[in-house]
């Protein structure tokens, strides 16, 4: 496999800042995203965002000064060479920038879309300690995967010689995909087993169109088939087959990335009525099952004063997906203020262009229900900001006397989800923490049963696409490393 870090060298570097000095790059503002109109999107499910035109991906590009010590690259938990991408983007071989960036990502289209880069990789760049915005690293890592799934000339990363060892990964969400891809560059004979009918996972059935297209994941999916991955559908191990089922089938490897699927519910009065669901049941149903039609099998009630229960992106995804099956009224409530909210600053700004109500200190303490026993109101406790809590986050604290009683025919709660227990729960010598996590060491990623590593939401409780990314190709690396010895 080629060395992309010793393609950048020095001569091609110092011809790119002969053309374009330090300062003037520097100089130049950075290139925001277009959008869809706010009014016009909130009735469609097309993608919000546009995406940029070449023109504007190499005016971005050019604002990379090409740092010696690329700090970018630290905060990205995938080690995607950005420096490298990036300098191909702004001298027009957008082909080779989409190379670059398949070397480390098994998944750059739907990074650029998804990942919270303004927490991660442009958190670090060099720009934001001089008081600027940082480089559009998500956008031009989109701009450059579109490019070349538009052009039709899709590349397909270096595999090397199959060595006949067979890997099994359970789930086929970013941990499971991230971990397929990197060990099928080393030669293995991976299979995917996934429980539902799409592959995916939570990129299918979390992530709404509006924000992640599923045609943009199956082409990613499609490119790791070329690799020779291969998926099994309708497959839940722990129930369809066993690990045991595995061992005895030749696998050498076992990694688990099942996720947290498992809602988690506030356990207050009237949580059971109907018309009162969780977010991951919502935008299943809606994302993957089609529920929103009126030919469904399984349709989903469609809202018309809906209340979402929550600050993350699955509340936001689950509010902006209400508005746009025709809710009159969609409100976000959430127990703290808008600064500690831990969904996407874009996410927040596109939800309230949208006509998103914002209801912030407060917390819901009861639901009420009609004769027939469906939720018709909601009593919300009002809040106040009190000291830090263990996050750092300042605590919400009970304003005693002061609720509020508002009129919903809909509740989403999206308060947090828990690990898929099934694998857990199913094989023994694994250390489970109280939380319902497989423990791994940290460094590796392996568990207790020396043959199975884990990553994503199963070990994490429930974190980003990018992270549980990183997870999978930390476990692929030290599986290989542990095989080989």
């Known amino acids: 496999m080629r060395n992309i870090k010793e393609e950048r060298n020095e001569a091609w570097r ?5 053309q374009i000095k330090v300062k003037e790059r520097m100089m130049a503002p950075r290139i925001h995203m277009p959008e869809q109109d706010a009014l016009e999107r909130s009735r469609n499910n097309k993608e919000v965002n546009l995406g940029l035109t070449a023109e504007q991906a190499m005016t971005e590009a050019k604002r990379c000064i090409d740092c010696p010590d690329p700090t970018c690259m630290k905060g990205c938990p995938v080690s995607i060479y950005i420096p490298g991408f990036i300098k191909q983007i702004e001298t027009g071989n957008f082909l080779e920038a989409a190379k670059v960036l398949k070397e480390t990502s098994a998944l750059p289209a739907v990074c650029g879309r998804v990942c919270p880069q303004e927490k991660q990789c442009e958190a670090e760049c060099i720009y934001v300690r001089s008081g600027k915005e940082p480089v559009a690293i998500g956008h031009l890592e989109r701009f450059a995967a579109d490019y070349e799934r538009e052009s039709g000339h899709i590349s397909v990363p270096e595999v090397a ?6 890997i099994a990964v359970v789930g086929s969400g970013p941990a499971g995909l991230s971990f397929a891809g990197d060990m099928a560059k080393m030669g293995y004979d991976v299979t995917v087993f996934e429980a539902l009918h799409e592959i995916g996972g939570v990129l299918k059935y979390g992530i709404p169109e509006f924000r992640l297209p599923n045609n943009i994941v199956d082409v990613e999916i499609d490119n790791l088939r070329a690799m020779g991955v291969k998926f099994i559908t309708n497959c839940i191990i722990g129930k369809t087959l066993t690990i045991d089922d595995l061992k005895e089938d030749g696998y050498k490897g076992i990694f688990v990335g099942s996720g947290a699927g498992l809602p988690r519910f506030m356990s207050i009065r009237g949580e059971n009525l109907v018309g009162v669901m969780s977010s991951n049941e919502y935008l299943t149903r809606v994302n993957l099952m089609d529920a929103a039609s009126e030919e469904s099998d399984t349709p989903v009630f469609l809202g018309r004063k809906v209340a979402v229960i929550g600050g993350g992106n699955t509340a936001m995804d689950s509010v902006r997906t209400a508005i746009r099956l025709g809710a009159e ?4 409530v959430y127990r703290r203020s808008e600064d500690e909210m831990p969904a996407r600053k874009e996410e927040i700004k596109h939800a309230k262009e949208e006509g998103i109500e914002f209801m912030n200190l407060r917390s819901p303490i009861e639901f009420i229900g009609n004769a027939q026993g ?12 009190g000291e830090p809590d263990a996050s750092g986050r300042r605590s919400p604290v009970e304003v005693p006397g002061q609720t509020e009683t508002i009129e919903v025919d809909e509740v989403i709660v999206s308060v947090g989800v828990s690990p898929n ?6 094989v023994g010598g694994l250390t489970i923490s109280k939380w319902g996590t497989i423990e791994v060491n940290q460094d590796t990623m392996q568990s207790d049963i020396p043959m199975l590593f884990a990553g994503g939401d199963i070990v994490r409780g429930g974190a980003t696409v990018i992270l549980a990314m990183g997870d999978g190709r930390k476990a692929a690396e030290n599986m290989n490393r542990w095989i080989r010895k």
């Open 374 to 385: 469906r939720v018709t109101h909601m009593v919300l406790q009002v809040m106040e900001l």
């Open 329 to 332: 009224r969609a409100m976000i």
């Open 421 to 426: 227990p099934l694998i857990p729960s199913t």
């Open 14 to 18: 110092a011809d790119l800042r002969a």
């Open 161 to 166: 010689p199959a060595n006949g060892i067979k």
